[in-house]
């Protein structure tokens, strides 16, 4: 009888290197650095790609992934990444971005970022808690959350309310791609893969602004193990961040992020030239 | 030969940087750097080069961070306030050893300040542009034409020794219009295979960072940087003597005060007093050897500044208590005149003159 086949079915992802990340046990960080780079690779790209790692959790993520990567400023990935994409246009710019960073210190860069409609793609964990520093609150730590700069919960009286980026940037014209997601279970782990390449796809095809916001939990300064963690989070997280895609101007019909502000903008006549003459023509 | 063109000093800058091989220039609005930028914005996409107007200084300067990372010549300007701002992405440009170029067309300082030239940010430019440690080749253009100049070397000094390089200018030069002969454009093509700019599965992957959580390693890279200043330090110091050879009184001044100096000084000559000028063109490396050379014959030094005294204290340090070394200055948007340095100089002079005898 001849010996079965052994097949391969699972192996690291090449644009992963194999060194050992300093992530926390039990935080979905490293799920979401294996989903990017096994994007990279299914894409192809991995040789043409720059990634920006943050200041946070996720600070050496220059060490993890293979491909060419630049270190930020805290909150500064946007404003790096859209030189980087300016200098060669063809490369696929990402920057991986936690919730202080990305939402607090760095919120007028990704505003900007997005409204300019550069074509990068932002990967956006946010656990509603700083991690790197121990457990500060963030700007989406959520009401009533303790932590250790909100020792009696967050007072939104006096620390205002948790910020949703998705929310918050769909509003934007320049944004083309955004979804929010989760990797709490294999089920959610493939959607939010698929939500990933399709923002590195939206990139590649030059649709503009892309950003997968992925929900997420930190055990360590949340103070609950993994699986608490995630019951905590689809709790309480969840509904204050509902799951979903927030923009996809193709899913509309549009070309791309310029179009659909085109039609957005078309009573305007100075933002839509080309309509305003065909007007005039009839 | 190339012809004579009347610019604006500010233009200048812009132009002689695209020359020199600069396609991406980041900026923020400010007074007194306007025309810069302006300039910039005309000309980058006629050339198929890139201006972006960022939303801040800070962002401005991240993305010079991330051009450079990317193995662009790339520029960005602004003036005292902006620069203030811009601190961070330099500190960060030193720690990841990226070229770039800086401008500073000062105005008065401290906060808002005004918007009249000045020299106030020499200490920032020399000392501290952020923190951690670190040098940035520092330029004082006193001309328009030395404005285009040293923005043009800028970009090769920057790429030699992959590091910052400032042109710390002010209002006065950066406004007024003088006839200036641009230098001839070349490529800027420098190879840098350090660059992020995709390993194409080429080479292994490039990492641009200044993070190092090792103390070790943290303090040999410091040190291995400073290796690199010592050299810069030894090749690239800058000056310009004047009348310094049988000089008393050795005038010390940079930039726009220099031009001052430089009159007041010809008309102590004709008045009979032995004046002299030196005239530091790199900041940093302060040009120790140029004053040190005036030490053994002048009797005492006059540091001209338009701020409230900063250069001289390099001065003190090069002349170590050998000579008198005096401070004249004037700040806040206010121009020195040539009578007032005269002044200074004759009665600096008398008084050398009468403890001599």
């Known amino acids: 009888m001849a010996e079965k086949e052994l097949k391969t079915v699972f192996e690291r ?28 690779d299914e894409l192809d790209v991995e040789g043409d790609a720059v990634g920006v790692a943050p200041v946070g959790c996720s600070v050496m993520a220059y060490d993890f992934f293979g491909c060419d990567m630049i270190e930020a400023a805290h909150g500064r990935a946007p404003a790096v990444a859209t030189a980087v994409k300016r200098v060669h246009p063809d490369g696929v710019v990402f920057a991986y971005q936690g919730d202080g960073d990305l939402a607090s210190i760095g919120m007028a860069e990704t505003i900007h970022a997005a409204t300019r409609g550069e074509n990068i793609t932002v990967i956006f964990i946010n656990n509603a808690i700083y ?17 250790q700069t909100s020792p009696y919960g967050r007072d939104t009286d006096a620390a205002g309310f948790p910020i949703r980026v998705c929310e918050l940037l769909s509003s934007l014209d320049g944004v083309a791609y955004l979804e929010r997601v989760t990797a709490d279970c294999p089920k959610n782990v493939r959607k939010a893969k698929k939500a990933i390449k399709k923002a590195f796809q939206t990139q590649i095809d030059g649709a503009g602004y892309s950003l997968v916001e992925v929900v997420a939990t930190c055990p360590t300064n949340w103070g609950m193990t993994p699986q608490d963690s995630f019951t905590w989070m689809r709790e309480n997280m969840l509904p204050y961040y509902p799951l979903g895609v927030y923009k996809d101007v193709r899913a509309e019909g549009f070309a791309n992020a310029s179009e659909a502000a085109a039609a957005r903008a078309a009573d ?15 | 030969m190339a012809e004579k063109v009347l610019m604006k000093g500010n233009e200048a800058l812009a ?33 198929g080069g890139t201006f972006l107007q960022a939303e801040s200084e800070i962002a401005a300067i991240n993305m010079v961070y991330g051009a450079a990372a990317a193995g662009a010549r790339v520029m960005t300007s602004s003036s005292s306030p902006g620069i203030s701002l811009k601190g961070e992405g330099i500190s960060y440009m030193a720690g990841a050893d990226l ?62 020794y992959r590091t910052p390089v400032m042109i710390l200018a002010d209002g006065m030069l950066g406004q007024m219009m003088e006839p200036v002969v641009m230098p001839e454009p070349h490529g800027g093509s420098v190879e840098k295979p350090w660059a992020t700019t995709g390993h194409k599965h080429q080479r292994a992957h490039n990492v641009v960072n200044s993070l190092y959580l090792t103390a070790d390693e943290l303090e040999r890279l410091n040190v291995e940087r400073y290796e690199r200043y010592a050299a810069i330090e030894r090749d690239e110091q800058r000056a310009e003597t004047f ?27 004709a008045k009979g007093v032995k004046a002299g000028l030196v005239r530091p063109i790199t900041l940093w490396p302060f040009p120790t050897d140029a004053i040190e050379a005036v030490v053994p014959t002048a009797k005492a ?57």
Not at chain 2, 15 to 36: D, S
Not at chain 2, 244 to 265: H, N, P, Q
């Open chain 1, 13 to 40: 992802p090449h644009a992963l290197l194999p060194v050992v990340t300093n992530y926390c046990p039990g935080c979905t960080h490293g799920i979401i650095n294996r989903l990017v780079a096994e994007c990279l």
């Open chain 1, 131 to 147: 991690g790197m520093t121990g457990g500060q609150m963030a700007p989406t730590s959520l009401p009533n959350q303790v932590t």
């Open chain 1, 268 to 282: 305007c006549p100075i933002a839509n030239p080309a309509a305003q003459a065909e007007g005039g023509a009839r």
């Open chain 2, 15 to 47: 132009e002689a940087a695209m020359r020199a091989g600069c396609r991406f220039f980041f900026g923020y609005p400010i007074t007194p750097q306007t025309e810069l930028a302006a300039y910039m914005s005309k000309r980058m996409p006629k050339v």
């Open chain 2, 99 to 160: 070229p770039g170029v800086i401008i500073n067309v000062q105005r008065g300082g401290p906060g808002l300040g005004g918007i009249q030239p000045s020299q106030a940010d020499y200490w920032q430019a020399t000392r501290a542009l952020g923190h951690g440690d670190f040098r940035v080749v520092v330029y004082a253009p006193s001309t328009v034409q030395e404005m285009a100049d040293y923005a043009f070397t800028a970009f090769d000094v920057a790429d030699k």
């Open chain 2, 243 to 269: 009348l310094t050879e049988d000089a008393d009184i050795v005038v010390v001044a940079f930039g726009a005060s220099a031009r001052v100096a430089r009159s007041a000084v010809v008309e102590a000559r």
């Open chain 2, 301 to 357: 030094f006059l540091d001209v500044e338009m701020n409230m005294g900063q250069m001289v204290d390099d001065v003190r340090l090069v002349v170590a208590g050998r000579r008198p070394v005096e401070f004249f200055g004037r700040t806040g948007g206010v121009i020195p005149t040539p009578v007032e340095v005269l002044a200074r100089i004759e009665d600096l002079n008398a008084r050398m003159t009468k403890g001599g005898e």
